[in-house]
């Protein structure tokens, strides 16, 4: 089973900040949150993943509780073509290396 | 860039056939990854491999075999194809020399059954 909640469906308005929570309550010390979306008919693509500090990169922020039982993804300029399943996933890195995927959320950009 | 191509991005078959979908990655990775995806389902590990010629089953390896005889290339075989194997099929691969191991995803094969 995947060990985060994430809520079904969002809506934000094109140019506007998207902000996707996630919750992981039951997340190890040793285990990083990442975050992947994946466009209608294409493979999951890597966004963003950290272990404890929020993190930035091109595509988007994550924050991410002092707690770690919950995150955020922010997409600080949403444009229509981040429409997509956003996937959050924790996971800690050892042998077995295997990702468990949820359902996700499905993001709309509304114009 | 990571690079991970898929051999078809789409596949008709048919019940009994042997299908083959190839997945090959250029970035010398240690760790390669089939899943499925169906709706509702998200998605699913069927093998992965951490290195040639090992092997480990995932969440759901009926029905499915595979094959790593080089580093680049991992091969999801179907013996006998039925109709509850189609869906969309993605290969993924990830090096340890990343702490974090990051996945990284192929395009798909859509597979149709029957």
């Known amino acids: 089973d995947a060990k985060t909640t994430q809520p079904t469906s969002m809506d934000c308005a094109e140019g506007r900040a998207a902000n996707l929570p996630c919750n992981h309550s039951t997340i190890s010390g040793n285990e990083y949150v990442y975050w992947y979306r994946q466009i209608h008919s294409q493979g999951p693509q890597y966004i963003i993943h950290g272990l404890k500090n929020n993190e930035t990169n091109e595509m988007a922020s994550l924050i991410i509780t002092e707690d770690r039982k919950s995150s955020t993804l922010i997409l600080p300029h949403a444009t229509l073509r981040d429409t997509a399943v956003y996937y959050c996933?924790?996971?800690?890195?050892?042998?077995?290396?295997?990702?468990?995927f949820g359902k996700g959320t499905r993001l709309h950009i509304l114009p | 860039d990571v690079k991970v191509t898929q051999s078809s991005r789409y596949l008709v078959k048919r019940t009994g056939e042997k299908v083959f979908l190839e997945c090959v990655q250029d970035m010398d990775h240690e760790n390669m990854f089939w899943y499925r995806q169906d709706p509702g389902l998200g998605l699913r590990l069927i093998y992965f491999?951490?290195?040639?010629?090992?092997?480990e089953k995932g969440d759901i390896p009926e029905g499915y075999s595979v094959s790593r005889e080089k580093k680049e290339r991992f091969s999801l075989i179907l013996e006998s194809a039925s109709t509850n194997q189609t869906s969309m099929y993605l290969c993924a691969s990830s090096t340890r020399t990343d702490l974090t191991d990051t996945q990284y995803f192929g395009p798909g094969t859509r597979l149709t059954v029957l």
């Open positions: 996933i924790v996971r800690a890195f050892d042998r077995d290396d295997k990702i468990i």
């Open positions: 491999s951490y290195d040639v010629k090992m092997k």
